[in-house]
């Protein structure tokens, strides 16, 4: 799926349909949509079989898997496309993938969940307090060796306390 970015470039995805016939949204209702964004800065999705995916679609949820610019892939000047904005860069794509399947009635903007890793977090702190389209967020760690990422995922539950208190858990 490549999809106009909001600055008139071009970023890309990867689109999977939910289906198994016994979890369906209602009649009147898109499908609940996950939107993956990859590790990174320069990291990338692919073709590659991914059961965490098919997990998804087979529970009736439907799947963007995004390749924001800076993921590796699509050419040196997509790559370096990032340098010097990465975290702000990467979730416009984000959301303008998002957006493209909106538009076109294939996905609900009030029924989304997003899921990430690596630099995720970093992009979602910023985003959660500046009026985005995310509401709420939680931060699912993996026991690591490496004290810093160790550190982040503490420093992270502490925000996720303090914009509670700010916002009176909304």
Not at 6 to 11: E, M, Q
Not at 69 to 80: C, E
Not at 84 to 98: E, K, T
């Amino acid at each position: 799926l490549a999809f106009p970015t909001t600055d008139n470039d071009t970023a890309y995805a990867f689109f999977y349909a939910p289906y198994n016939p016994a979890y369906r949204a209602p009649a009147d209702a898109l499908p609940p949509l996950l939107v993956i964004a990859h590790g990174g800065p320069t990291g990338c999705t692919d073709t590659s079989v991914r059961p965490d995916i098919q997990s998804w679609t087979t529970r009736g949820f439907a799947v963007l898997d995004v390749n924001y610019r800076g993921s590796t892939g699509y050419g040196d000047a997509f790559l370096r496309d990032m340098v010097g904005h990465y975290f702000r860069q990467s979730h416009l794509d984000v959301m303008a993938g998002v957006d493209y399947l909106i538009e076109r009635g294939i996905a609900d903007g009030d029924r989304m969940a997003k899921m990430g890793w690596s630099d995720v977090v970093l992009l979602e702190r910023g985003e959660l307090t500046s009026g985005s389209t995310w509401h709420a967020s939680g931060n699912v760690p993996n026991f690591s060796p490496s004290l810093n990422i160790m550190k982040l995922q503490s420093y992270s539950i502490g925000l996720y306390e303090r914009l509670e208190e700010e916002t009176g858990g909304q």
